[in-house]
């Protein structure tokens, strides 16, 4: 059972975001993130910061394999967090998705030490 | 030669500020393709290269340099690209930015820089990028819109509230002085005129960089700075900057001949590249000089032709010719190589001399060289004229320089109130004594608390000439700078 953060997840009608603590941490990011879920994804990410430096876990795993699109505006907020991530973050890929095929690799560039991206 | 942590910290603040700016100019480009957005991106881009090199922060310059790359493929497709490509334009902007913020002696190791160059690669060639030709048409033309930056023109036109703005805070008590005292201040440092040195320490900066950038290409340089320390704007000053960093590039890489080309031709082998900076007549004046082969105007012709900005056959001056090299996009290169090619440089220059109502002009001959001169105008920056204290209000009155005491009592002296003429209410003083004024033409009489005296005001908030009153600072205590004859009333 998936263990909410304090503050709403993101979920509307095209995106859905949640967070499970169950086994690890584990976000899960469905849909399509499209320019107007900025905000509410920037807010997410800050929280979700805060959660893993309070728990003190080594790790996240960010599933994006359900994700079909991501705005600029979105992908600038994830890598505002990876700036300041001082976890792993496992990003959980689908190489049918096009966007995705091209663009984590490149979101990998900014720290390989911390980020990875699973196929 | 080591690169001074001042001039680092000054890059990295600098380089955020261009990449806000191009990250704004590249959504407002995507959503309604305005050409001044576009062109800010370019020159923002093209600048930010050039610095970067300059203190040395390689990585940046590279990826400054694929991401031109990806402006000029996005360019030429009129900013029709897809999200994969917008994807793309914004991870090396935000990668940029991470590269600007890291810090010496941080663990560097998990940035992956040729992993990262090798993804704008892969974007540049799934998006048909075909080595950077530059044999097509200009890119197309966009729409034009009025920029919304905060011109020089600009603040004069809000001048007017500014110092309604002063008043209203200078002469408030208690509680509402303290609100008032946030909008005059918000008002103050939106509007108000910052000052700025331009001096040989400040252009010196670009020597180390150039001499480098010139060894890279085979020659050999010296820079020489004849610059004049002067007091001028920030805008002045950026755009004086900005036109350094650009011609001196321009000079090292177009200008100056190789060693070996110069001696042929009974020169030294080394170049002289002389910057001259002199004040003159409310304007800066920056003049970039080398000794080089001067501009090949055949080639500019021919150039011009086959991008479609002369028609063939026409008869076009060299003057016109070196407007043609300002334009955007041009370049006599058919390729671009990382330090130009790419028709951005002079653009850059032009318009930032341009948009502070300057100019930029060359004077060449073929053989011995060419000297671009920016020209910018300095606003009047200090006046020297009589201050004076009037009745109810609390701050000094400077009067326009183009008025003075007079000696005498006047027949018919126009006898004003200035607490009145400035819509507070009226002093109604009766203890103090009058001094009378003229401009040459008019003759006004005015309650004053004290003798007039001369003092030196430095301007902070500039309005048109049309109105009552600027906004000056006397030994750093504000006041108003103003024109009588413009108190209503006044004027025949």
């Known amino acids: 059972m998936a263990v909410r953060l304090r503050v709403p997840p993101v979920d509307d009608p095209d995106f859905f975001a949640e967070v499970d603590f169950t086994t690890g941490a584990v976000l899960r990011l469905v849909g399509s993130a ?5 905000p509410e994804l920037a807010a997410l990410l800050q929280t979700l910061h805060g959660e893993l430096i309070a728990k003190a876990l080594p790790e996240i795993v960010v599933d994006l394999r359900d994700l079909d699109f991501m705005a600029a505006t979105c992908v600038r907020e994830l890598v505002h967090w990876i700036e300041g991530a001082r976890y792993k973050i496992r ?14 690799p490149a979101l ?3 720290d390989t030490t911390l980020v990875t991206v699973e196929v | 030669m080591a690169i001074s942590e001042e001039l680092i910290a000054q890059f990295r603040a600098t380089a955020m500020t261009r990449i806000e700016t191009i990250e704004a100019s590249w959504m407002r480009v995507l959503s309604v393709l305005a050409e001044d957005a576009s062109l800010v991106i370019q020159r923002e881009i093209h600048t930010l290269k050039g610095e970067s090199r300059i203190v040395g922060f390689t990585d940046v310059n590279m990826v400054c340099h694929k991401l031109e790359d990806l402006v000029d493929v996005a360019r030429a497709r009129g900013y029709a690209v897809d999200d994969d490509f917008d994807l793309a334009v914004t991870m090396a902007l935000r990668f940029m930015a991470m590269l600007i913020h890291k810090r010496i002696g941080s663990d560097l190791s998990g940035i992956d820089l040729p992993g990262f160059v090798r993804h704008i690669d892969g974007v540049l060639d799934r998006h048909e990028h075909t080595g950077r030709s530059r044999s097509g048409s200009m890119p197309p033309l966009l729409s034009r819109s009025v920029s919304t930056r905060m011109t020089s023109h600009l603040r004069t036109q809000l001048g007017p509230a ?22 005059w201040h918000l008002l103050r440092d939106l509007i108000g005129i910052q000052r700025a040195i331009v001096s040989a320490a400040q252009l010196g900066k670009y020597k180390p960089s150039a001499i480098s950038l010139a060894k890279d290409l085979g020659k050999e340089i010296d820079v020489v700075f004849e610059i004049a320390t002067a007091e001028v704007t920030t805008e002045v000053l950026a755009a004086i900057d900005v036109a350094a960093l650009h011609l001196v590039r321009n000079a090292a890489d177009h200008g100056i001949e190789p060693p070996a080309a110069r001696i042929a031709k009974h020169k030294r082998g080394t170049g002289t590249i002389r910057l001259r900076g002199i004040s003159r007549d409310g304007e800066y004046v920056l003049e970039v000089e080398d000794d080089g082969d001067g501009i090949d105007f055949e080639r500019v012709r021919a150039r011009a032709i086959e991008l479609g900005l002369v028609p063939a056959g026409a008869i076009v001056d060299e003057a016109r010719l070196v407007e043609v090299m300002c334009h955007p996009g041009f370049s006599t290169r058919s390729e671009a190589n990382e330090i130009s090619g790419r028709g951005v440089g002079l653009d850059a220059v032009r318009a930032s001399a341009v948009d502070l109502g300057g100019s930029l002009t060359a004077r060449t001959e073929r053989g011995k060289g060419t000297t671009w001169s920016v020209a910018i105008p300095v606003p009047t920056l200090a006046v020297h004229n009589l201050a004076i204290r009037a009745p109810g209000l609390r701050f000094p009155i400077i009067l326009d320089p183009s008025w003075r005491l007079l000696d005498s009592h006047p027949k018919m002296p126009i006898v004003v109130d200035l607490a009145a003429a400035l819509g507070l209410a009226p002093s109604n003083s009766i203890s103090t004594t009058f001094s009378f004024f003229t401009n040459g033409e008019l003759e006004i009489g005015m309650a004053c608390g004290n003798r007039p005296g001369h003092v030196d005001a430095r301007r902070l908030i500039t309005t048109p000439s049309t109105s009552i009153a600027e906004v000056a600072t006397v030994d750093s205590i504000e006041g108003l700078l103003l024109r009588p004859d413009r108190i209503p009333g006044v004027l025949p």
Do not use: M
Request: aromatic share 10%.
């Open chain 1, 91 to 104: 990003l959980r890929s689908n190489p049918t998705i096009v966007w995705q095929r091209h663009a984590l």
């Open chain 1, 34 to 38: 499209d320019t107007i879920a900025t």
């Open chain 2, 162 to 183: 500014a110092v309604d703005a002063f008043v209203e805070f200078a002469v408030a008590q208690g509680a509402r002085r303290d609100r008032l005292r946030a909008s």
């Open chain 1, 108 to 110: 990998s560039c900014f």
